[in-house]
């Protein structure tokens, strides 16, 4: 069980497009959902947290109006990152909290998104 | 501040046995997690502690010592497939992960 799916696992985009990124929860509710990205040979960075229903938290540093996070129903995030630039190039990846005492985070598999 | 401290690097021998380190300093704590990340693929689950005491999974134990704010992971029988990232995470008093930088494990044979 909690299985966490990401969608697509990789993109490529020309700068100034936008790329949208989707994370389901598979099998369970995600009450919380976060997101990281990670350059390479670099530790996981926190971008956002986002609570099903209400605006993402997002951490110190990074761009709300450029990395759009909805977070529309209890099995599904989107990050959106708009007019992407080629310093936006990263491994992306989410994870979901089913809430409660669980404090487990489940991870998706991660997008590897590059901007040419 | 909250601060999560790991050895950013170790090498251990395929067959012996590795301890990775972690110390913790938060505002709160609810446990403490150690996940496992190979290259190019996203974080797994290994274990949580949130009492004192030893964990024992298999080939993998975690250890946690919550008066001295410090864990460890201990792999037995290394195998050239625990060439990892091994990442120390923290739930403080929020309910928040703080992660540590990761410890690179390097097997050879």
């Known amino acids: 069980g909690a299985v966490v799916s990401q969608h697509p696992s990789w993109v490529i985009c020309k700068s100034g497009t936008s790329v949208k990124i989707e994370c389901r929860s598979l099998?369970?509710?995600?009450?919380?959902m976060f997101w990281y990205r990670q350059f390479p040979k670099q530790s996981l960075m926190l971008m956002a947290t986002?609570?099903?229903?209400?605006?993402?938290?997002?951490e110190q540093g990074v761009e709300k109006d450029k990395f759009l996070i909805n977070h529309a129903s209890l099995t599904l995030s989107t990050l959106t990152v708009t007019s992407a630039h080629p310093e936006d190039s990263s491994f992306y990846i989410c994870s979901a909290r089913g809430g409660g005492l669980d404090y487990e985070q489940y991870f998706g598999p991660g997008t590897r998104l590059t901007v040419t | 501040g909250q601060n999560i401290d790991q050895p950013t690097e170790m090498t251990a021998t395929e067959g012996a046995i590795v301890q990775i380190n972690c110390t913790y300093q938060?505002?709160?704590?609810?446990?403490l997690f150690w996940y496992q990340q190979h290259a190019g693929e996203a974080p797994t689950f290994l274990s949580y502690?949130?009492l004192d005491g030893l964990e024992e999974k298999g080939r993998f134990s975690s250890f946690l010592s919550r008066s001295k704010g410090y864990s460890y992971l201990l792999l037995k029988e290394l195998q050239m497939k625990d060439s990892a990232s091994y990442l120390c995470a923290v739930v403080d008093s929020n309910y928040q992960l703080i992660w540590g930088a990761g410890t690179k494990l390097i097997i050879k044979p």
């Open positions: 986002s609570n099903e229903g209400s605006k993402a938290t997002y």
């Open positions: 099998d369970f509710q995600a009450t919380t």
């Open positions: 502690n949130v």
């Open positions: 938060t505002s709160g704590f609810n446990g």
